[in-house]
């Protein structure tokens, strides 16, 4: 599904990967290791478009679903636990807000609107998000009864649990996780 031929990076004179050719096949898991420093993040950074390889390229296919945990992401600390999560699926979670804006009349779009809305929420599985994130966020070790509270509840190891949820209540056909356990207990690992 990944195609990475001759990936080089370099900073000046200081090279962190040369010539990395390698296939990442559907269905596989693999993780890459090496020491503080070495580049495993500025490797990551290229294959999410985030930084631009010194040489090579990497082919993924248009219409795949990427999903990608950063180490530094954050994101607000006044909103729900549940709809930070929900924002895995932006447009649904979007069409969501809309449509219940509508339906409390605080915007004058038509019936026009609301039917591309629910067709939109409808095609995409929209009316279960909440309950898909609760899950995602559960499965994680965050308690049920928190997912209503502000993120700001959370210690920092759980704020990255949240951000993993995010991640993946959007269903990624890839997943591309910087560091995805630290901070995560046995159970949330083996969870994940």
């Known amino acids: 599904m990944l195609q990475i031929s001759g990936l080089s990076k370099s900073?000046?004179?200081?090279?962190?990967?040369?010539?990395?050719?390698l296939q990442l096949n559907v269905g596989s898991r693999y993780g890459l290791v090496g020491a503080n420093g070495a580049g495993k993040t500025t490797?990551?950074?290229?294959?999410?478009?985030?930084?631009?390889?010194?040489?090579?390229?990497?082919?993924?296919?248009?219409?795949?679903?990427?999903?990608?945990l950063r180490q530094d992401r954050f994101m607000a600390d006044d909103q729900a636990i549940i709809e930070l999560a929900m924002m895995g699926e932006p447009d649904v979670y979007?069409?969501?807000?809309?449509?219940?804006?509508?339906?409390?009349?605080?915007?004058?779009?038509?019936?026009?609107?609301?039917?591309?809305?629910?067709?939109?929420?409808?095609?995409?599985?929209?009316y279960s998000l909440k309950s898909r994130a609760s899950a995602v966020l559960v499965g994680l070790?965050?308690?049920?009864?928190?997912?209503?509270?502000?993120l700001s509840t959370l210690s920092g190891g759980f704020k990255l649990r949240v951000l993993l949820a995010q991640v993946l209540v959007g269903e990624p056909e890839v997943?591309?996780?910087d560091e995805p356990t630290n901070h995560l207990d046995i159970l949330s690992i083996r969870w994940l």
């Open 11 to 21: 900073f000046g004179p200081q090279a962190l990967f040369s010539d990395v050719t």
């Open 43 to 68: 490797f990551l950074r290229i294959l999410t478009g985030d930084e631009s390889p010194t040489d090579g390229e990497f082919v993924l296919p248009k219409q795949v679903r990427v999903g990608v």
């Open 94 to 126: 979007a069409a969501l807000k809309e449509q219940g804006q509508l339906a409390d009349g605080h915007a004058g779009a038509g019936p026009e609107r609301l039917a591309e809305l629910q067709e939109l929420i409808g095609t995409r599985n929209g």
């Open 141 to 150: 070790g965050i308690p049920s009864q928190s997912l209503e509270q502000p």
């Open 175 to 177: 997943l591309l996780l």
